[in-house]
């Protein structure tokens, strides 16, 4: 199922054996966790609250994922609304990060222990879900911020002021909502910009709050820099071994629950 297709109901509509899930996802965007949909079947979705939701099954695993939009307010609603609905026996935050540390290259996979918001204490976290911590996976904080950090510089003043290894916009929100409702939560990140170089600045007005890109936004941009077309694609392509990066290794976190 993809976001073109339109919406099979305005509220859940679930058979009974998909209105509980054994494991609930949390991600910004539909990109993030695509291939891993793709590969999940007897899937349907709703769309309420201004969000979008899917619930299916991997194999046996009844699954639910709730694309929630960029930003810890979005993340932290989402999270709520899918415990309630599918009362999952975990949560995951999941999607693309920004690294924070030199050691961390592009399609790393990060594995929160802790999660931190700017002002708050960190959260140390118990994972209840086992990684497979073979090469180009790092255990360690991740950082939660309101806004896209664009710049090498600003992500390495942030590595260095929080030791964290990499920086999204929604994994703290959301483990502070699955421990308001005593869920347990982890957290999985692929890094998909690395310290190597900025993002394009354009990337700031063209991306919409649903991480969708915006077409007016875009063509403005490529008018005003025309080289821009060339930054922008090789993000996208990069957003692209990203996504597909974080599903099979998703896929091989999801094989290792038990299912009732």
């Known amino acids: 199922m993809t976001d073109a297709e339109p919406a099979a109901a305005t509220e859940p509509e679930f058979d009974k054996d998909m209105t509980s899930a054994d494991v609930g996802l949390v991600h910004a965007t539909s990109l993030e966790v695509g291939p891993l949909l793709s590969w999940c079947d007897r899937k349907r979705r ?24 960029m930003g810890p307010e979005s993340a932290a609603r989402a999270t709520g609304l899918l415990i ?20 961390l290259r592009l399609n790393d996979i990060v594995h929160a222990d802790s999660v931190l918001e700017e002002g708050v204490e960190p959260q140390a976290l118990k994972p209840s879900m086992a990684a497979d911590l073979s090469a180009r996976v790092h255990v360690g904080r991740l950082l939660t911020v309101p806004r896209m950090i664009r710049t090498v510089a600003e992500k390495t003043s942030l590595g260095l002021a929080t030791g964290a290894l990499a920086v999204d916009m929604e994994s703290a ?73 974080l599903s099979k290794f998703l896929g091989a976190i999801l094989k290792q629950v038990p299912v009732d």
């Open 173 to 245: 929100a959301v483990e502070r909502i699955a421990r308001e409702r005593k869920t347990p939560f982890v957290a999985f990140r692929v890094i998909s910009d690395d310290l190597s170089k900025d993002l394009p600045p354009e990337v700031l007005s063209i991306v919409g709050a649903t991480g969708s890109v915006r077409l007016g936004a875009a063509l403005a941009a490529i008018f005003k820099r025309p080289a821009s077309v060339l930054d922008l694609w090789t993000l996208r392509e990069q957003a692209n071994a990203a996504a597909d990066r």
């Open 84 to 103: 309630d609905a599918h009362r999952p026996k975990f949560i995951i935050s999941t999607g693309f990060s920004g690294s924070l540390s030199p050691e």
């Open 46 to 69: 709703y769309d309420t609250h201004g969000l979008s939701f899917i619930g299916g099954f991997f194999g046996d695993l009844r699954v639910a994922f709730c694309r929630c939009g």
